[in-house]
């Protein structure tokens, strides 16, 4: 059964890769790597960063190519519609993808490779990773263009359910076209400490980006009010941020050097030591599609407190997170049922159940379904493609359908100057590293 | 004496080895097809630069900003179009002593690079990525430099003809490393 299973060579594409850090990044690495292990081909494509331009091999020869297109906002590639057509092009070509796999509805790269491949008549996958608001002009253009590329997507893939039910208002395809397939934490990185903290001290760690999207300014009213009512819990900070500022004045105010740290940016090498030296791990996010740092904290034995928001209620069992309405007097009032639960936890047994509920290879594994899926949909013609984008809108159908069809036509053109034949095929890694062991 | 051959549409590939004494130089040339379109091309854009500066020239009287614009782009589409057609390309392996690459150019000119067999730490097929395609180039990593070093440097050839000249570079700075740590 295992030997029957189709090898699939997948192409990921997004603006947000190493060595940028964040869960889209390590989301990528892990999976990428777990798909290696499963026999398929995995290539990944993102834009340059700084110096690194060019192609390079990361572990388990995991190729990624880093195409000389700079960064223009937030890490985002310039949006030029038709530029990025050739050298896709030449990547499908010469590594012979049969699946792109596309990241996070922000990255303007991911949107133009599937237009591209679309076009190829390759076949695409779309993960969301984030959730998106409705009302603001940002959100709007953005739920716009990602109606645009999911229009004659297949199939896509969210998180959590409830990013499932965001992605599906927000681009209006059919929701039995989404699959939900979570993300998942290295357990084996994440591990308790070896010795189980003391319990006269309750330490509550706090580790995210101090913006607002984050809940920075919660931290800052309920941080005082802890203070206040627990003597004996202190907190330990890290992360920085615009928002920073405002918990180092909250600190000066209420005088609570002593109890309140602040360490500054936390490489992810050190997050773990950072974790094992707490009790409780405090999450103030104002949305989250999944948020893996509360697996991490999970499989680091820590007790968790978050907001209920987004795709949170999904992530954990009820006896390792305590759930909190978005506001200052219900997030102290969960602080305190959970230093009533800690000691009733062992951070050893917490970790070995978060090893059976979340494992990349598993999430490899549904992943894989997804392809199965997507490989045996039918291929349509442009003709046939087209009246999808028409539904998109009255005018912005319209637009979208002309988009498509000066796209073919260039692709067309392409292929008449330069022939698919006189782009050489790239030998795969593995089989001359096994030709030069033989030899 | 030996040859070899190998042909693709644009280039073709022949590899001569000469012994002199008791060493065998490696001689490794890449000939290129002269494009006819491309020379019409290149005299087009010598036409127009040419007109732009008789009508320059004609029209002194009555010259604007529009004659330097003029003048402008009949220079960029000169520039544009120029075709310097390269006959060749070599690469001399000559065991123990060095590396010779040298370009042939169709009107006699040959440019000739020489790198000494100790400074090669080892060549390299590199694939190139730029802003529109990805292509395979053979490069010489050189020791205490920051630059790497192209082997052909106007051709791209296609990685078939690249994979020899590749392995016959490999084999002579081998050996060279070899001689170097019985020393």
């Known amino acids: ?439 | 004496m030996k040859n070899r051959r190998d042909s693709h549409d644009t280039y073709k590939y022949v590899r001569t080895d000469t012994s002199t004494l008791d060493k065998v130089i490696d001689v490794h040339d890449v000939y290129v097809k002269r494009s006819k379109l491309r020379v019409l091309f290149s005299y087009i854009g010598r036409l127009i630069l040419l007109a732009n500066m008789s009508l320059l020239l004609i029209e002194k009287d009555k010259l604007s900003i529009v004659s330097f614009w003029r003048l402008f782009l009949g220079v960029v589409s000169a520039k544009l179009l120029q075709y310097k057609p390269i006959k060749k390309e070599s690469v001399v392996i000559m065991p123990s002593f060095g590396v010779q690459l040298e370009t042939h150019y169709w009107n006699g000119r040959i440019d000739r690079k020489f790198i000494q067999m100790g400074k090669i730490l080892k060549p390299v097929l590199n694939e190139c990525v730029t802003p529109v395609t990805c292509y395979w180039s053979l490069v010489l990593v050189l020791r205490d430099e920051d630059q790497l070093a192209l082997v052909f440097q106007k051709l791209q050839p296609p990685i078939k003809i690249l994979v020899p000249v590749w392995k016959a570079l490999c084999k002579s700075t081998n050996l060279e490393d070899h001689s170097h740590s019985l020393k």
């Open chain 1, 1 to 439: 059964m295992e030997e029957s299973r189709r090898k699939h060579r997948i192409l990921m594409v997004s603006d947000f890769f190493y060595p940028n850090f964040g869960g889209v990044e390590s989301h990528i690495y892990y999976l990428s790597q777990c798909l290696l292990k499963r026999g398929h081909k995995v290539v990944i494509m993102s834009h340059a960063y700084g110096n690194r331009t060019g192609v390079r091999y990361i572990t388990n020869n995991l190729k990624v190519y880093y195409i000389p297109w700079r960064p223009f906002l937030m890490q985002n590639t310039l949006p030029t519609f038709y530029l990025t057509l050739p050298i896709i092009r030449t990547i499908l070509i010469r590594e012979k993808i049969s699946i792109v796999h596309g990241h996070q509805a922000f990255s303007t790269l991911c949107h133009e490779s599937l237009m591209h491949a679309r076009t190829m008549g390759c076949k695409v996958v779309f993960t969301d990773h984030s959730l998106y608001g409705f009302a603001d002009p940002g959100s709007i253009h953005m739920n716009k263009i990602l109606q645009f590329t999911l229009a004659d997507i297949d199939h896509a893939i969210c998180v959590s359910h409830t990013s499932k039910e965001n992605t599906v208002l927000r681009s209006g395809i059919k929701p039995e076209t989404v699959f939900v397939v979570p993300n998942a934490v290295d357990t084996a990185m994440f591990t308790p400490a070896p010795t189980q903290l003391a319990r006269d001290e309750v330490v509550i760690v706090v580790i995210s980006r101090l913006v607002y999207r984050k809940g920075a300014d919660l931290l800052v009213e309920v941080i005082p009010e802890v203070c206040r009512l627990f003597p004996h819990v202190r907190f330990i900070i890290g992360g920085d941020g615009p928002k920073r500022v405002r918990l180092e004045e909250m600190r000066e105010k209420f005088s609570l050097q002593d109890r309140v740290e602040m360490l500054g940016a936390v490489p992810h090498s050190q997050v773990r030591s950072v974790l094992i030296s707490g009790h409780i791990f405090l999450n103030s996010s104002l949305t989250e599609a999944f948020c893996i740092a509360i697996l991490e904290a999970a499989s680091c034995g820590l007790l968790t407190v978050s907001t209920r928001v987004g795709g949170v209620p999904e992530v954990l069992p009820e006896d390792m997170i305590v759930l909190a309405e978005p506001a200052p007097q219900d997030m102290v009032r969960a602080i305190e049922q959970a230093i009533d639960m800690l000691p009733n936890i062992d951070p050893q047994i917490m970790h070995s159940r978060m090893k059976s509920y979340y494992s990349w290879h598993d999430v490899a594994k549904r992943t894989e379904i997804v392809y199965d899926c997507v490989m045996d949909s039918s291929n349509k013609s442009i003709l046939e493609r087209l009246p999808r984008y028409l539904i998109c809108g009255a005018w912005a159908g319209k637009i979208f359908c002309l988009v498509m069809i000066v796209n073919f036509i260039l692709w067309r053109l392409l292929e008449f100057f330069q022939p698919a034949e006189s782009i050489e095929e790239v030998p795969d890694m593995a089989s001359m590293c096994n030709h030069e062991d033989d030899n």
